[in-house]
């Protein structure tokens, strides 16, 4: 999908532990043409300090992911931090068990890691609902 050259992609912050995810995402982003990927992280305090450091305008997160502070303690201390930035958990956590508990920690929509094919139409839809960012895009980076 082709823009113009005042409007550039959305940026998005890629959270999670699985390094097969990575690059599947990154792909899917790429091929739309509406989003390119600022950032990867593999648990959520990183995921903090890259979404500061980048400002994505959407955050992909994994909510079972290692470390002192895994997606679940990241989430709303992002939505805090992040108040624009769309949130979308994507995680392999049974749906039943959490969608309510991630809404409710400011996640916009939760998807579960088999319906993976959906994540760019929701994000899309997410997003849409914005005017496309104009300007520079955040330098991608570790």
């Known amino acids: 999908m082709a823009h113009p050259d005042s409007v550039r992609p959305w940026g998005?912050?890629?959270?999670?532990?699985?390094p097969d995810i990575h690059p599947l995402l990154e792909v899917l982003f790429q091929v739309d043409g509406r989003f390119t990927v600022v950032a990867q992280a593999g648990d959520g305090a990183e995921a903090l300090a890259l979404a500061?450091?980048?400002?994505?305008d959407a955050?992909?997160?994994?909510?079972?992911?290692?470390?002192?502070?895994?997606?679940?303690?990241?989430?709303?201390e992002l939505r805090r931090r992040m108040p624009e930035?769309?949130?979308?958990?994507f995680?392999?956590?049974?749906e039943a068990l959490s969608?309510?508990?991630a809404l409710a920690a400011g996640a916009d929509a939760y998807l579960d890691k088999a319906s993976a094919w959906e994540l760019i139409p929701v994000m899309g839809q997410l997003l849409g609902s914005r005017r496309m960012p104009?300007?520079?895009?955040a330098t991608p980076g570790p």
């Open 12 to 18: 998005v912050l890629v959270v999670d532990d699985d």
């Open 52 to 56: 500061e450091r980048h400002e994505p």
């Open 59 to 76: 955050i992909v997160l994994d909510l079972s992911t290692p470390g002192a502070t895994d997606g679940w303690e990241a989430l709303p």
């Open 85 to 89: 930035a769309t949130i979308v958990v």
């Open 91 to 94: 995680s392999a956590f049974p």
């Open 99 to 101: 969608l309510v508990d």
């Open 134 to 137: 104009t300007g520079s895009c």
